[in-house]
């Protein structure tokens, strides 16, 4: 059944994104520039970071984060599925 296959890790990456920036466009809008409208901020990133480490096991450093790199939902999508070997 559809309900009992787990969700894909860009799924849980946008969950775990939705929840961090309160804000449920960036599931709607995998291009929403997520600094230059303030979607996200430095404190949120550090969040993020965390947040991200927590539902996927991954040990991010706030020193590889960078806002051109996750610019978008979409950006940040394929930064963890290439953490995680999706």
């Known amino acids: 059944k559809l309900m009992d296959r787990q969700a894909s890790t860009a799924e849980r990456t946008l969950n775990v994104l939705a929840k961090v920036a309160e804000s449920d466009q960036v599931r709607r809008d995998p291009q929403l520039q997520l600094y230059g409208t303030q ?7 550090v969040e993020l970071i965390v947040a ?3 539902e996927f096991g991954l040990d991010i450093s706030p020193a590889e984060f ?10 940040v999508v394929r930064f963890v599925e290439e ?3 999706a």
């Open 39 to 45: 979607v996200m901020d430095s404190l949120k990133t």
């Open 52 to 54: 991200l480490g927590q």
């Open 66 to 75: 960078d806002p051109e790199v996750w610019a978008t939902p979409q950006m």
């Open 83 to 85: 953490r995680v070997g």
